[in-house]
């Protein structure tokens, strides 16, 4: 069933009108960098902005846990970057954010592959080492050369600082000797999926958010949706069986959000084409933008 094809009920608002297209807007930004062409493996990263948009249709405007309706923030949606690959492709995505700070409480950038970290934040700041980084992902994304394999390290050699970097979610079999000796190098503070079994996610959040954060640094959350267990991420072509579950996902992206520190986060890796029938991967991506969003509400 198509969008267009859902039931229309006045008394229930669907999460796809929120993101209105024009106004100054001073809440949540929504931004597409669909980013697909120096991912290690092929994807079609790039269809997955688009498609996160229209599962938002699935869902409605309300928490009622939290008792918030969305609808009463100021939501825009700023469009997508085009052919925001490469070089000049990273100067586009600059120049799409480079005033979002200063009208928006969060910007929420959809992937696209994981390298629109590195031109995503470092479009934001100018001097990254008054910044700071969480990532959720089962990888450490310090590889040499630009890829979606390498955001962290490039924002390393940028500036950021290693002891301002934390990494949740990283797996076993995932990673190699050389890199996490490269994570240690550098200060990153590692919190892998065997520690995650032992203690809830909030905790590891809130943690993490002084760690990067600090008393006065902003920060730059990555939600790399492989970070997941296969079964509820199959369209991210590197996740796998034993990642975190879909709820404490959700639970990070809502935290993330409610952290005034928080400035800025994306949600990758997601590839709309390898998707199932039902589409759990993109439905999850749409989830954590209402979390994300939900949680600006609690500033």
């Known amino acids: 069933m198509t969008a267009s094809a859902l039931h229309d009920d006045p008394k229930w608002a669907r999460a796809n009108t929120l993101f209105l297209t024009s106004g100054a807007g001073k809440d949540v930004a929504l931004l597409g960098v669909p980013a697909c062409e120096t991912a290690l493996t092929p994807t079609s990263a790039h269809l997955t902005p688009a498609a996160i948009r229209t599962a938002l249709a699935r869902f409605s405007t309300y928490s ?42 969060l910007l929420i950038a959809l992937g696209g592959d994981n390298s629109i970290t590195y031109s995503v934040a470092a479009g934001l700041w100018s001097d990254l080492s008054h910044c700071g980084l969480i990532t959720l992902d089962a990888h450490l994304d310090l590889r040499d050369g630009k890829s979606n394999g390498s955001p962290v390290w ?16 990283i797996n076993d079999f995932a990673n190699s000797r050389e890199y996490f000796a490269r994570a240690k190098d550098a200060g990153i503070h590692v919190v892998t999926r065997d520690v995650l079994r032992k203690r809830p996610i909030a905790d590891v959040m809130a943690e993490a958010l002084d760690i990067a954060g600090g008393s006065d640094r902003e920060i730059y959350v990555d939600l790399d949706v492989d970070v997941c267990d296969r079964s509820v991420a199959p369209a991210c072509p590197a996740s796998a069986p034993g990642g975190i579950t879909a709820d404490e996902f959700r639970q990070a992206a809502f935290l993330a959000g409610a952290d005034a520190r928080v400035r800025a986060l994306d949600i990758t890796e997601i590839d709309a084409a390898m998707d199932t029938p039902d589409q759990r991967t993109v439905r999850l991506g749409a989830l954590l933008v209402l979390e994300a969003a939900c949680g600006v509400a609690l500033r």
């Open 64 to 105: 009622i846990s939290h008792e918030i309706d969305l609808r009463d923030l100021d939501l825009r949606d700023l469009g997508n970057v085009d052919s925001p690959d490469g070089e000049a492709g990273n100067l586009r995505v600059a120049a799409a954010v480079t005033q979002v700070r200063n009208h928006h409480k």
């Open 154 to 169: 490039r924002l390393i050699q940028a500036g950021m600082r290693g002891a301002h970097i934390v990494q949740i979610g």
